[in-house]
């Protein structure tokens, strides 16, 4: 990780040798009474974290706290059909380090209704997998995560907000995904099928709801590829 990011803002705090945090300052940052760290509370302003004690059995750090910055999100909601966890825990950390907005998983027709119950879910593992994408990106803003029923639950929830909606297709595309500009306040709604893909009931309801199908070329990726992929072309013009 880039920095600790923490949830709430603090003036000082100590780990025990049975926090992760302990273990990450001490063996792989290798700090020492006196060093600084990069650190940000979630959602509000970055800082600078000051070792005070260490030793085998704890850390103190004191925090100074800068002006709190405005979310640094690209405009982007990204829908995923619900995969395998570890397609999924990929996709969390992945999509979290770019920028996006909000993640929407949605049971797909061609995916397993089971990878829902994994312990991804029933966890708090997915908001860590979040986090630790956050905070690889230096960044501080946590995005929105949901889950829906199908694909046809999730479109009904968006269907009256603003934005260019583009749907990732291998088979029935229109065209190559290319880098696109959006007005203020509005944002791409980028949709990508489960591992097994779109059914054709699923690739009418993105069209019936305004998704052109594009594709990132001849061969056939897997879903978090294709995640990175397409959000490393979108992100080429929205962070102009």
Same mark, same amino acid.
Request: glycine residues 8%.
């Given at each position: ?11 000082? #705090? ?85 920028? #996006? ?36 990106? @230096? ?71 305004? @998704? ?29």
């Amino acid at each position: 990780m880039n920095l600790i990011l923490l949830p709430e803002p603090v003036h000082r #705090v100590k780990w025990d040798k049975s926090s992760e945090l302990f273990h990450h300052l001490e063996k792989t940052l290798k700090v020492r009474q006196g060093s600084t760290i990069d650190c940000a509370v979630e959602n509000g302003p970055r800082g600078k974290g000051t070792i005070e004690v260490i030793d085998d059995e704890e850390v103190e750090v004191s925090f100074q706290w800068c002006s709190p910055h405005p979310p640094d999100f690209l405009p982007v909601h990204l829908l995923v059909g619900l995969s395998r966890p570890q397609t999924c825990r990929k996709i969390l950390e992945q999509a979290s380090t770019m920028g #996006v907005e909000e993640i929407h998983f949605f049971g797909s027709q061609k995916g397993e209704a089971s990878y829902a119950y994994s312990t991804l879910w029933t966890t708090d593992e997915w908001q860590q997998k979040i986090r630790a994408g956050v905070a690889q990106a @230096f960044s501080s803003h946590i995005p929105l995560c949901k889950h829906h029923q199908d694909l046809e639950t999730l479109l009904a929830e968006i269907k009256e907000k603003k934005g260019i909606r583009i749907g990732m297709d291998n088979y029935e595309a229109l065209g190559k995904l290319e880098p696109c500009a959006v007005e203020e306040s509005e944002s791409i709604f980028l949709a990508i099928g489960a591992e097994r893909g779109w059914s054709g009931d699923e690739r009418n309801q993105l069209r019936e709801n305004g @998704f052109t199908l594009m594709h990132l070329g001849q061969r056939v990726l897997r879903v978090e590829t294709a995640v990175v992929a397409a959000l490393g072309i979108l992100g080429v013009s929205l962070e102009e």
